[in-house]
């Protein structure tokens, strides 16, 4: 496919479980992205990759979240100990992030966490 | 204060009105604005950029930039039902690597 693409698209935990979500870049965009998006709300960063690295990852709530891309391409964010107030969308956009310019990101449809 | 402030709406128009969606920010160092359009359970999709302020127009959409005022403005004119949707400006300081939000405008426009 061409676009960005995230599943589960819905997942269902009960709290203190542990959710992984996964990313599907557009292939050869560097720049991976999640975004937290709660209900009447607009998107919130939590973390940028460049990459195989972490460029970026204060938008992270605290260290129960955690993301990785080993390989520079898919993206995985982990929810440790989920609590009801994880419940969110989470959404991811790739870029092909070219320094000194606006930075066009495409985002994916999303991955809605529901922590019971 | 969030940086990027936006009225929630509802907007409700009837269908051919010109559409003014309004969004005010804090920060000086952002240089590049965006407007999403996002559908429900959908995820957002980049309508138009600007960079510093000014005028940029697409078809019915024009995106405008006031950084004296710090103020960022979409119209669309001729508006049609298939432009209900929630409507994210955002904002992005030079060279920097995440974009900020605001809330999202929810229009819905009337056959």
């Known amino acids: 496919g061409a676009g960005v693409s995230q599943t589960p698209s819905n997942k269902v935990t009960e709290k203190g479980k542990y959710v992984e979500l996964r990313c599907d870049p557009i292939s050869g965009h560097t720049a991976l992205y999640w975004y937290r998006q709660s209900l009447g709300q607009g998107p919130e960063f939590l973390i940028y990759f460049q990459g195989t690295g972490a460029a970026d990852d204060s938008g992270l709530p605290n260290d129960r979240f955690f993301a990785v891309r080993p390989e520079g391409s898919v993206s995985t964010l982990k929810i440790q100990r989920t609590e009801r107030g994880d419940s969110a969308v989470y959404l991811c956009?790739?870029?092909?992030?070219?320094?000194?310019?606006?930075?066009?990101?495409?985002f994916g449809p999303g991955t809605r966490l529901t922590v019971l | 204060q969030k940086e990027v402030e936006q009225d929630p709406g509802p907007l409700s128009v009837p269908e051919g009105a010109i559409v003014s969606l309004n969004c005010t920010y804090s920060n000086s160092a952002f240089q590049y604005f965006m407007w999403y359009r996002q559908y429900s359970r959908k995820g957002p999709e980049l309508l138009m950029y600007?960079?510093?302020?000014g005028n940029k127009e697409d078809g019915r959409f024009t995106a405008q930039v006031d950084k004296s005022s710090k103020y960022i403005s979409l119209f669309i004119r001729d508006s049609q039902p298939s432009d209900s949707a929630t409507y994210l400006c955002a904002a992005e300081p030079y060279n920097f690597n995440k974009f900020y939000f605001g809330s999202g405008t929810k229009l819905n426009v009337k056959p």
């Open positions: 600007t960079y510093s302020s």
């Open positions: 956009a790739s870029s092909l992030r070219t320094s000194g310019s606006p930075d066009t990101q495409y």
